[in-house]
Nanobody
Framework: EVQLQASGGGLVQAGGSLRLSCAAS????????IGWFRQAPGKEREGVSC????????RYADFVKGRFTISRDTAKNTVYLEMNSLEPEDTAVYYC????????????????????WGQGTQVTVSS
C-alpha cells in the first residue's frame, strides 16, 4: 500500500521560510514523479510543483517560481519543498502526491484516480 506522510507545516510570518517533507513508502520511490498540491479555504486544489521520477526535471506553478524549490532524496524516499519568501496567499493545506498519472503535462499539473495522496500539512503565513 502506497503511503505518503507529509510534515513541516506551521505558522510563519510573511517573508519567512518553511520546508515541507513527504516520506513515501509502499512502492519503488523512483518509479513515479512526485510533487505537491495545495488547497486554500474556499478555493480549488492547485498544483504547486513536481519533480520527475529520476529527478531530471522540476516544474513549478508560476505563483511560486523563484521562491519554492522541490527536491527528492531516493535514499530516504522523501520529497521536500523548500518555501522561501512566503506570502499570506501561500496559506493552504499542502498535499504531496505521486503515482502513475501524476505529473506536468502541457502546462498543467495532472493526476488521476490511481495516484496516492498524503494527509496534508497546514501552512499559515501571517501578514
Amino acid at each position: 500500500e502506497v503511503q505518503l506522510q507529509a510534515s513541516g507545516g506551521g505558522l510563519v510570518q510573511a517573508g519567512g521560510s518553511l520546508r515541507l517533507s513527504c516520506a513515501a513508502s509502499g512502492f519503488t520511490f523512483d518509479d513515479y514523479a512526485i510533487g505537491w498540491f495545495r488547497q486554500a479555504p474556499g478555493k480549488e486544489r492547485e498544483g504547486v510543483s513536481c519533480i520527475s521520477s529520476k529527478a531530471g526535471s522540476e516544474r513549478y506553478a508560476d505563483f511560486v517560481k523563484g521562491r519554492f524549490t522541490i527536491s527528492r532524496d531516493t535514499a530516504k524516499n522523501t520529497v521536500y519543498l523548500e518555501m522561501n519568501s512566503l506570502e499570506p496567499e501561500d496559506t493552504a493545506v499542502y498535499y504531496c502526491v505521486t503515482g502513475p498519472t501524476f505529473g506536468y503535462y502541457r502546462g498543467s499539473f495532472v493526476y488521476g484516480n490511481n495516484d496516492a495522496w498524503g494527509q496534508g500539512t497546514q501552512v499559515t503565513v501571517s501578514s
